[in-house]
């Protein structure tokens, strides 16, 4: 369902964020929608009770199952914010909504192709829930457009992107991928869960699908997990049924929590990627950095794409360390201490994992052919709100204390 009001009127993000999914039905009164628990839905007599399974539509009350005010105030806000699409639905996490999405597009027999670089459990549902279902998953290198054509064959349904790539940060050029694949008579699903809907318009750029983990920078705050997908009227209309035939539901707690941490979103994005790129270009001159994977930063690998197909950036991005030593990395990021080391990003505090990405790629090698194959320990940075000259002091901090021993 679509809120006209804040669609059509050619507002900005920033101002769009802050009237989507606020429909006076829902809210009543008061600025927010208040959060309705609620399993049971009463109905006033028995024959609008015979009437509530025949409509299954969005916005009208039934059962919990198909959600409450909170909840499709939350989903309208989501499609409010992405333009071309008829509807989102939620999930209880990002991962569940890769599931619901990819169970709803494929049967048995099919060919799923899937991005080397997806988040790694995407890839680890290829062989498992995947394969157990009969599908079959195959693996592209998303910068290599003849590889990815040559990759189709007539049971290829659908294809599943990310950009910037998990952990090593590749931008593809979506577009492309997405025209080849429409082209192919496949669906395009995008992971866009690092630029989210205002850094990259997915169903504008020709996705036919695109997902997100909300419990990145949409709840932004650590504290709740949900997943959303959204898509043109068609297949949104199968994904919701098929998430209703699963279960898929979100508690009206979260989706509030995830409403209200929307409203900051356009800040905290435009604060994350300056900080990122001030500690980006810092890292650069550092003699203990290789490379730095961060595709806002001038002549960093993917720039160029991603100034020509993104609106925003984040504060996700990784760096290689120089030489080869595994140990030096492990004191590096135990010697952090504004990073918090733990899963996870697009919070308001600071993280740190290490990237190791060989072992889970299948045609995208590692370290990358054109650099130097000692350079190989990763590490990935989630910059929050603190004061990057803070978190630059406790890199180099960090930095000297790894090379000390
Ligand atoms: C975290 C993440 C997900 C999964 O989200 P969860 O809510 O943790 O299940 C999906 N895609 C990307 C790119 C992610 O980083």
């Given at each position: 369902?679509?809120d ?5 009127l ?46 299954n539509?969005?916005?009208r009350f ?30 209880p996490?990002?991962?569940?909504a890769i ?10 027999g099919?060919?799923?192709l899937?991005?080397?670089?997806a ?5 680890a549902?290829?062989?498992g ?18 590889a990815f ?5 007539d ?5 599943l ?12 050029d979506?577009?492309a ?34 997902l ?8 932004g705050h ?24 699963l ?10 929590l ?6 900051t ?28 994977l ?6 960093a690998?993917?720039?160029e ?12 991005f990784?760096?290689?360390l120089?030489g080869?030593d595994?140990?030096r ?9 504004l990073?918090?080391?733990?899963y ?13 990405p ?6 995208m090698?590692w ?7 000692v ?13 990057p ?17």
């Open positions: 369902m679509k006209r009001k804040v669609e059509d050619g507002l900005a993000s920033a101002t769009r964020i802050v009237a989507a999914g606020r429909r006076p039905e829902w809210t009543g009164p008061v600025v927010n929608p208040p959060v309705w628990r609620a399993s049971t839905h009463l109905y006033e007599n028995m024959a609008a009770l015979a009437e509530g399974p025949r409509r539509e969005d916005g039934f059962y919990g199952r198909r959600g409450a005010p909170t909840q499709w105030a939350l989903a309208d806000a989501l499609t409010a914010l992405e333009p071309e699409a008829a509807g989102t639905v939620l999930y996490s990002g991962v569940a599931a619901g999405v990819l169970l709803t597009l494929v049967r048995p099919d060919v799923v899937m991005t080397d670089n988040y790694d459990p995407s890839r549902m290829g062989k829930l995947l394969a157990d279902f009969g599908v079959a998953t195959r693996y592209f290198d998303p910068l290599d457009l003849s054509e040559a990759a189709f064959c049971r290829t349904r659908v294809v992107l990310e950009a910037p790539g998990s952990l090593t940060m590749e931008v593809c979506v577009p991928l997405a025209s080849i694949a429409r082209s192919r008579g496949a669906v395009s699903v995008l992971d866009n869960t690092w630029a989210g809907p205002t850094g990259f318009a997915s169903l504008s750029h020709g996705v036919d699908v695109v997100m983990a909300l419990t990145k920078h949409i709840g650590s504290d709740l997990m949900m997943g959303s997908a959204s898509a043109g009227p068609e297949l949104y209309d199968r994904l919701r049924l098929r998430a209703q035939s279960g898929h539901v979100v508690s009206p707690d979260d989706a509030a995830a409403l209200r941490g929307l409203r979103l356009h800040l905290r994005l435009e604060r994350e990627t300056a900080s990122a790129l001030h500690i980006a270009r810092w890292l650069v001159d550092q003699p203990q950095v290789a490379r730095v961060c595709p806002m930063l001038p002549g690998p993917g720039h794409l991603w100034s020509r197909d993104f609106t925003g950036g984040c504060g996700l990784s760096f290689v120089r080869g595994a140990a990395r492990v004191r590096f990021i135990d010697a952090l201490s990073f918090g080391i733990g996870s990003w697009g919070g308001f505090e600071s993280l740190a994992v290490p990237v190791d060989a072992p889970i790629r299948s045609v090698a370290p990358p052919a054109d650099t130097d194959p350079d190989r320990f990763g590490v990935r940075l989630s910059i929050g709100l603190e004061d000259d803070d978190l630059i002091a406790d890199i180099e901090r960090a930095f000297a204390k790894a090379g000390d021993k």
